[in-house]
């Protein structure tokens, strides 16, 4: 019984967990740019990202260590200190962009500038990290995150040709826009095939104390809530396409996106919207900070848990206090949080070959999983989101730079 | 291969720093202008703070200012610029009219304004399919 109400809670959490200001930027702007076309990076990404988190939380059940854990220990503290400066620099300006989803959400709501918002919305942020536990931080933000659900309630309300959303979930180029569109294609990817979720999902089963006998658990609740999850980022695409599109509207700003809902739900899409930013950038904020925090104490060996006293793992709850409050900074400055999303998807890309590859060589460790190693199949996701991973960071840079 | 790299760089660098295309500077400006319009019915219908409508259009007025101060050097030969100038400054006043609406929370003067503004989006869109079909 236990087991199951942990399975429910596990795939509620990661469907209300899974909107934040990347994919919703993201799928807003393709949406609104190319109609349908771009649903299929959001698809191929959710695919893949299932096979991810499987295996991110297959890791930790069965060795006890997390990703990072794994990694220091199998190829050394320099290689490890190469993947924590890329991976550290891009994962901070997500969570500026995510602190600033905040922000941009009261701005909307009440009409005070979002920089008024940053120190305040990083205070609670902190507060809540360094009262909260695991379970309050893992659990309350992605409960609130469910309101995100009216997304699709939206897209289901603006009649969708359903052929046309088949269609999109096959790659084609379009006639023009090419730069613009491979720059979508990139950032969607980053939104979606994010390492970060990785690291915490694995820290997330130690710090539950998951051992062998979740394996099965893991399995469905990375399928099915990744899966929901994936179809929520669609929805948000499928509203923007028909809102937005036949009006020639082009989503660069915040406040443009917001009207994404208001159409369908004429009453309550304003605030539905606002409220589903509020809450999922939250949530998003809270976990960035987390997987930060996790990055750096699993990687130096330092005492780190958010059940834990901060007096007892100091190191820990250093990193995560620095972070917050440098976040705070830029967005003080008013520098604007959509820009950043943007190009932090694209670096998200970028980086992708220093996450996944050594985390292939974990996946196939007898040391570390024995048995439990991966099968071709998972393999051959892997080895498919490598070859992408390194195009990516091949092409993203340029693409920022001709098509953002 | 440095010097295959440093051009792939530099075509990069290159196309990077091109500015907008006229058609593209006209997809920007309807996209704004349809962003007036939305946002402004949503504001009769009630469904949206008056803070954020009249912040909005302020955006959109600003940003269609700002687009219109460049876009007439890039425009290609053949366009009727004077038309376009006259269409384009009626839409952006238009809309800083309506932000001052909004503010006076005057309904029935902002439909006729929105209405003005459905005009002149009408005018606008024939002049960007004419810039597209140029600038092809």
Known sequence: ???????TLGIITSVGGFLEIGSVTTSVQAGAQFGYKLLWPIFFGTICLIFL?????????????????????????????????GIAIVAFMVLVAELGGIGFALQILTGIGFPWWALPVSFIVWLLMWKGSFSLIENGASLLGLITI???VAAIKLHPDWSGVA???????????????????????????SPYLMYFYSSGAIEEKWDRSYIVMNRIIAGFGMFFGGFL????????ALVFQPKGIQVDT?????????????????????????????????EFSLAIAYFFAQGFGWNWSEDLEPSKDSRFAFVYTVIILLAAIPLMLGVD?????????????????LAIVPFLFLMNDPIYLGKYRNGWLSNSIVSIVIVISFVLALISIPLQLIGG | MAAKLLAVVLLVSALACKPPSASEQMDSIISWIGTAGMVGEAWLRHTTPDKYTAHTLELAHNSLIDINSGLFKSLPAGIDSAALDSALTRSSAHIGL???????????????????????EKVVKQFADSVEAKDK
């Open chain 1, 337 to 353: 949080p959509v820009k950043v999303t943007m190009i932090s998807m694209a670096l998200t890309s970028a980086t992708l070959p």
């Open chain 1, 167 to 193: 269609s999109g979930l096959l790659p084609t180029m379009p006639q023009s826009d090419k730069a613009r569109y491979g720059f979508l294609t990139v950032s969607i990817l980053g939104a979606t095939i």
């Open chain 1, 53 to 85: 988190i499987e295996m991110s939380g297959r890791l930790a059940a069965v060795s006890r260590h997390t990703i990072v854990d794994a990694m220091r220990e199998r190829f050394g503290f320099p290689f490890f200190f190469v993947v924590l400066v």
């Open chain 1, 1 to 7: 019984m236990k087991k199951i109400l942990q399975l």
């Open chain 1, 254 to 286: 915040f406040p443009q996106a917001a009207l994404v809902m208001v159409t369908a739900l004429p009453k309550w899409g304003f605030y539905l919207f606002a409220l589903s930013m509020l809450f999922a950038c939250f949530g998003a904020a809270l």
């Open chain 2, 98 to 120: 309506m932000q001052t609406l909004v503010e006076q929370k005057a309904s029935p003067d902002f439909r006729t304004m929105l209405d003005s503004l459905y005009s002149d």
């Open chain 1, 233 to 240: 980022a669609m929805a948000v695409l499928i509203a923007a």
């Open chain 1, 150 to 152: 009216s997304f699709v």
